[in-house]
């Protein structure tokens, strides 16, 4: 089963934030922007939680709120569950499940290192168990 580390290594480290006094607003361009789901949430260089789409459909668009007037703290999903590099693609699976979150931000020495996705870690099990089938048929026909 492949480390944190090494799912990292193939996908790349960059990890898009957004500060915790920013609007919603801000946010979701960014995610726009980005093409992407989710963003860290960092006051200064400490991630303090998460801001995905699914918060903003619940926490403002369903309530009424306007996303020019509320800040990213007000939302945002905290505290976090995060991994660190040496933990395998199957702890990650766990969490996600266990804690029913679909981004893991990754640290390391106390840094944000990147952010896994439901996504990434789905795609590394498929990746597993393929490579695990591909190697029972060669030794059954050898």
Not at 82 to 97: G, N, R, S, W
């Amino acid at each position: 089963m492949e480390t944190v580390k090494q799912l990292l290594q193939a996908k790349g480290g960059v990890v898009h934030c957004i500060g915790p006094r920013a609007r919603v607003f801000d946010a979701l361009r960014l995610m726009a922007e980005k093409d992407i789901g989710a963003l860290v949430v960092v006051d200064g260089d400490r991630p303090v939680g998460i801001i995905s789409e699914r918060d903003y459909a619940r926490k403002v668009i369903l309530q009424g709120k306007s996303s020019h007037d509320v800040p990213v703290l007000d939302i945002m999903s905290s505290p976090l569950i995060t991994v660190e590099p040496h933990q395998t693609v199957e702890d990650c699976m766990a969490l996600v499940t266990g804690h029913r979150v679909r981004h893991l931000p990754v640290i390391e020495a106390g840094r944000l290192a990147g952010l896994l996705s439901i996504g990434d870690l789905v795609k590394s099990v498929i990746a597993d168990k393929e490579q695990t089938i591909r190697q029972l048929e060669s030794y059954i026909h050898s």
